[in-house]
């Protein structure tokens, strides 16, 4: 008999992926350029040059064994080091080698992540709007993940029923700032005062309660904003990162778990996450990847696009008369639909071949979130029809 938790999980597909799918099978109808699909969150930059060189070089001039072969189990050493090093410089940590342990991008680090610090029935919180796949990555760890309402306001952290509901049971708390996907960068008053209640629920409970950091846009961030460093504010934090977003390399799959060096246990977390590769067989990402991406740790794609796109987004969605917060990074623009069912106002934009994504899997009905990590004049293009829809659909006078 085949397992019937994962057979359930068939029925409750992932909508995004739902959308996408759509959107690809409507672009071969009518042409791709003619679906405005803010769907997926794939970068529409291509990724370095550098590290596209670097990877041609080691493919004609290295050792095959060396860029074939296995890596360790907690990564290839020199790749650890460099990223503590440049994690150091940048942020003024202390990480060393031990600290880094590399993965299969930040979804990977989670899975590690979550089961160093919890046991079974223990309570991880998050902050809506959250990040869907949070629910799984926690339930894989056979956790529990709990939802703190959002601060609709601002998108920055509801504390008052954080306070609430952090409880005895809570053994991590998973944050992801820049925020996928309202876009808002938590401010450093926000971490700070975060920090400040974990540190005093930590004495009051007499037990660690970790702060896990989800970061795989921590460079989208734009003009004038500052997205602080989660670990310089709180000792027993872990951190998440994917080079997905910075460099473009989401196929790559290829990211670290970064344990602060003040932690408890800070010695032997990387350790335990070799061992727990081991039971999910989520391990060596590969050799030729890490080796490259080490080359480039210091670089960015060309991210100014999406600054781009946020503007032309956000002046046309205030324009038309829609509630939104302006993001400060990421790729993200998180709307209040134009009627209380966000899921209903996602199909009737279908109609006009506007792919958006309702925010009740985000835990934030009502909402809907848009990916415009998509060309600009794809972008320009889709303002008239958004324009129209609302007129159309929603009476909203509007030019």
Known sequence: MINETYKAMLNGKSIIRELSEYATARGKEIGYENVFDYSL?????????????????????????????????????????????????????????????????????????????????????????????????????????????????????????????????????????PNNPSGIVYTKETIQRLANIMKERQKKFGHDIFLISDEPYREIVFTGEKAPYVSQFYKNSISAYSYSKSLSLPGERIGYLAVNPKCTDADKIALMCGQISRGIGHNCPPSSIQLAVAKVLDKTSDLSVYEKNRDLLYQALVEIGFSVVKPGGTFYIFPKALEEDAKAFCRKAKEYDLILVPADGFGCPGYFRMAYCIDTDKVKRSIPILKQFAREVYGVSVC
């Open 41 to 177: 969150g794939n970068p529409s930059v291509p990724c370095p040059k550098e590290f596209t060189e670097e990877l041609i070089s080691m493919l004609k001039k290295a050792d095959p064994m060396t860029i074939h072969g296995y890596s360790p189990s907690l990564g290839i050493e020199s790749v650890r080091k460099a990223i503590a090093e440049s994690l150091n410089q940048r942020f003024g940590m202390e990480y060393e080698v031990k600290h880094i342990f590399m993965t299969s991008g930040a979804a990977g680090a989670l899975a590690h992540a979550l089961r160093c610090v919890t046991k079974p029935e223990d309570e991880v919180l998050t902050f809506a709007p959250f990040f869907p796949e949070y629910e799984h990555y926690v339930g894989g760890a056979k956790a529990v993940l709990k939802v703190v309402p959002a601060n609709t306001e601002t998108f920055q952290i509801n504390f008052a029923a954080f306070e609430e509901m952090l409880t005895e049971k809570v053994t991590a708390v998973l944050i992801n700032t």
